[in-house]
């Protein structure tokens, strides 16, 4: 039955002459081909089961992977914190296309849920249904992994069913160009690794034959390099507006994603959210260091913990604050400063300069230990807790961040 996932079949594209093969028995594509919604198809064991096309969250659950994905659950949370809306009639002279970088591709789950959250604004594009852009300006991909799925029949009612259609190789070329060149909304990918992006290819490909898969641009390499050829093409050359920011949004999702925050900040608009997604409390704390070290220009929203039972993430209490050993040192060494100063001038200072009073002595080497701490970088320390009242259940760490200006300015140091 469809409530009891260990007995449904998850198959591949439906084509004349495959064959379903199961523990319950085997069923012929032929049979699947041209069915409705709900309808009861029998294995080779007389088992009964009844068909339906699996939603976006079984589907990015079932299909096969070479990395954890992004549930499902994450996913939707994350794409509603960038609170995405579109304005149907605006000008095509005018309107500048929203676009969002997804550092990180993965599995391809969150660039499936980003390209639904988006799809409102490329949908009334004139192209033919069937057709797929995965790849360069001018490549036409016809749909060839969409996935149906068909469910064992007890004689009870057991959800939905859709079936599974072939599609045509259509040729899309002059569609592809007006594509990309009218799109209103993007979602730009792009993972390091070679395979995976290949295979995030595939599962964005495969859903619902394609329909999302026209948003979405992939990219292999480095996620600063992208950035700086972005700028270059973008610019054609022009020195003066070489960081023109064009991403309204980036998310990532990377083990070292602090690396990368100084890279991407300047290609972000201002009020532009930037998302870290990562398995540890601690690696938000990196990304938080570096902005707070390097002036960054982001503004700490939220962090929040996800996981099981966490219905719209549970929110961190995280800060950067000054140790108060360090303002004492701090104080001590300006007092000392001063003391120094006004004992210069003052009568209580020998003839001959070299004796001092034993309390100014005392207040130098105050002084002195400020000044060693500061050369230790000793300067901002982190704060991290669950908010009161609440206790740690399992899952990754969000940190929601706003550009705030369009510039990185560095902090003065202490």
């Given at each position: 039955?469809?409530?009891?996932?260990?007995?449904?079949?998850?198959?591949?594209?439906?084509?004349?002459?495959?064959?379903?093969?199961?523990?319950?028995?085997?069923?012929?594509?032929?049979?699947?081909?041209?069915?409705?919604?709900?309808?009861?198809?029998?294995?080779?064991?007389?088992?009964?089961?009844?068909?339906?096309?699996?939603?976006?969250?079984?589907?990015?659950?079932?299909?096969?992977?070479?990395?954890?994905?992004?549930?499902?659950?994450?996913?939707?949370?994350?794409?509603?914190?960038?609170?995405?809306?579109?304005?149907?009639?605006?000008?095509?002279?005018?309107?500048?296309?929203?676009?969002?970088?997804?550092?990180?591709?993965?599995?391809?789950?969150?660039?499936?849920?980003?390209?639904?959250?988006?799809?409102?604004?490329?949908?009334?594009?004139?192209?033919?249904?069937?057709?797929?852009?995965?790849?360069?300006?001018?490549?036409?991909?016809?749909?060839?992994?969409?996935?149906?799925?068909?469910?064992?029949?007890?004689?009870?009612?057991?959800?939905?069913?859709?079936?599974?259609?072939v599609s045509e190789v259509v040729s899309t070329e002059p569609y592809l160009i007006k594509r990309?060149?009218?799109?209103?909304?993007?979602?730009?990918?792009?993972?390091?690794?070679?395979?995976?992006?290949?295979?995030?290819?595939?599962?964005?490909?495969?859903?619902?034959?394609?329909?999302?898969?026209?948003?979405?641009?992939?990219?292999?390499?480095?996620?600063?390099?992208?950035?700086?050829?972005?700028?270059?093409?973008?610019?054609?050359?022009?020195?003066?507006?070489?960081?023109?920011?064009?991403?309204?949004h980036a998310i990532l999702d990377l083990p070292d994603s602090h690396v990368y925050l100084p890279?991407?900040?300047?290609?972000?608009?201002?009020?532009?959210?930037?998302?870290?997604?990562?398995?540890?409390?601690?690696?938000?704390?990196?990304?938080?260091?570096?902005?707070?070290?390097?002036?960054?220009?982001?503004?700490?929203?939220?962090?929040?913990?996800?996981?099981?039972?966490?219905?719209?993430?549970?929110?961190?209490?995280?800060?950067?604050?000054?140790?108060?050993?360090?303002?004492?040192?701090?104080?001590?060494?300006?007092?000392?400063?001063?003391?120094?100063?006004?004992?210069?001038?003052?009568?209580?200072?020998?003839?001959?300069?070299?004796?001092?009073?034993?309390?100014?002595?005392?207040?130098?080497?105050?002084?002195?230990?400020?000044?060693?701490m500061y050369h230790r970088k000793i300067g901002w320390e982190m704060i991290c807790r669950p908010?009161?009242?609440?206790?740690?259940?399992?899952?990754?760490?969000?940190?929601?961040?706003?550009?705030?200006?369009?510039?990185?300015?560095?902090?003065?140091?202490?």
């Amino acid at each position: 039955m469809k409530e009891d996932p260990s007995r449904l079949l998850f198959t591949k594209s439906l084509r004349p002459g495959r064959v379903v093969q199961s523990k319950w028995g085997s069923i012929p594509h032929n049979s699947l081909i041209g069915k409705s919604a709900r309808d009861i198809v029998a294995s080779s064991t007389s088992r009964e089961f009844r068909i339906h096309v699996p939603t976006l969250e079984e589907y990015v659950t079932m299909t096969p992977r070479l990395v954890t994905p992004v549930y499902p659950a994450d996913a939707n949370f994350i794409v509603s914190l960038l609170d995405l809306h579109f304005m149907p009639d605006a000008s095509s002279s005018t309107y500048q296309p929203l676009e969002i970088l997804e550092a990180g591709t993965g599995h391809g789950s969150l660039t499936l849920h980003l390209a639904r959250a988006i799809h409102g604004a490329n949908s009334l594009l004139d192209l033919p249904p069937t057709s797929v852009d995965l790849g360069g300006p001018t490549e036409a991909l016809s749909q060839e992994t969409s996935e149906s799925a068909v469910d064992v029949h007890d004689g009870s009612s057991s959800g939905s069913a859709i079936s599974d259609h072939v599609s045509e190789v259509v040729s899309t070329e002059p569609y592809l160009i007006k594509r990309k060149e009218n799109r209103r909304a993007i979602i730009h990918t792009v993972d390091v690794s070679a395979p995976y992006s290949h295979h995030a290819t595939t599962i964005v490909q495969g859903f619902r034959q394609g329909i999302y898969a026209r948003n979405v641009d992939f990219y292999v390499g480095n996620v600063s390099n992208w950035i700086d050829e972005q700028f270059r093409t973008r610019t054609q050359g022009h020195v003066e507006a070489s960081e023109t920011p064009f991403l309204m949004h980036a998310i990532l999702d990377l083990p070292d994603s602090h690396v990368y925050l100084p890279k991407i900040a300047p290609a972000l608009h201002t009020d532009g959210v930037m998302i870290v997604f990562n398995p540890s409390i601690t690696q938000i704390l990196e990304c938080m260091k570096l902005i707070t070290q390097d002036g960054i220009p982001l503004w700490l929203d939220r962090v929040l913990e996800l996981g099981a039972g966490m219905t719209g993430g549970r929110d961190w209490d995280i800060r950067t604050v000054k140790p108060r050993a360090l303002l004492k040192a701090e104080n001590a060494r300006k007092e000392a400063q001063a003391a120094v100063y006004n004992s210069a001038t003052s009568s209580e200072v020998a003839c001959n300069g070299l004796q001092e009073d034993s309390s100014v002595l005392a207040m130098t080497r105050d002084a002195e230990q400020a000044q060693a701490m500061y050369h230790r970088k000793i300067g901002w320390e982190m704060i991290c807790r669950p908010r009161v009242g609440e206790r740690i259940v399992g899952g990754g760490f969000l940190g929601v961040w706003r550009k705030m200006t369009d510039r990185i300015v560095k902090t003065e140091k202490p």
